[in-house]
């Protein structure tokens, strides 16, 4: 019988508070399930194994992060959408470091939650991108550079790999500054 009060998203929950902690790649379902004082065989009950439960997480990060760049973004265009939008995607992922990196996980094939989530969180990027005159394969190339270039910000940082004594967020500003001197000028 299932432990009163535990549900998919209270599991979902514990999951997320442990990948901030200990790092999506350590995250385990024994670990899991010790925090929620329940054994192994009854978080079955409410996710499908290690790999549901990163699914799970997933869609909840991607769920975070578009709603905190969606936030970001509204009544803004261009350099002033792009630095909104750049700001709120790197406080989430410093903020919540799990979800975050079980965002970047690809849908599996036919995967329509999935995807169509994956799909929301690249809409904002495009709709940002409309305000430079990006669209078609043009606007999905920027999509890709912009993404590419804060996530491998944030991904050294949060790594501790900014060890110079300057400004991160300084350098942070330089990044944006950078992408959008690109993003007007974009072949």
């Given amino acids: 019988m299932p432990r009163a009060g535990l ?26 399930a010790s925090q929620l004082g329940v054994t192994l065989p009854s978080l079955y009950k409410h ?24 936030a970001a973004a509204v009544g803004r265009s261009g350099t002033d959408a792009l630095r909104a939008v750049s700001a709120a995607y790197r406080d989430y992922a410093r903020a919540h470091p799990g979800p975050y990196a079980a965002a970047l996980r690809a849908p ?3 995967d329509t939650e999935h995807q169509a989530a994956a799909e929301g969180a690249v809409a904002i990027f495009l709709a940002m991108l409309d305000g430079y005159g990006l669209s078609g394969e043009r606007a999905i190339d920027a999509v890709r550079v912009a993404r590419s270039a ?38």
């Fill in 47 to 70: 996710v499908a194994g290690l790999d549901g439960l990163r699914r799970l997480l997933a869609l909840r990060g991607i769920h975070e992060l578009t709603a905190a760049t969606t």
């Fill in 108 to 110: 599996e094939r036919g």
């Fill in 150 to 187: 804060l996530h491998g910000f944030v991904a050294i940082d949060a790594a501790g790999g900014f060890g110079l004594p300057q400004s991160v967020a300084a350098s942070f500003d330089q990044l944006v500054e950078a992408l959008d001197r690109a993003l007007r000028t974009w072949p």
């Fill in 7 to 32: 549900t998919p998203a209270v599991v979902v929950d514990e999951a997320a508070r442990l990948a901030d902690e200990v790092g999506l790649d350590r995250l385990t379902l024994a670990k899991v």
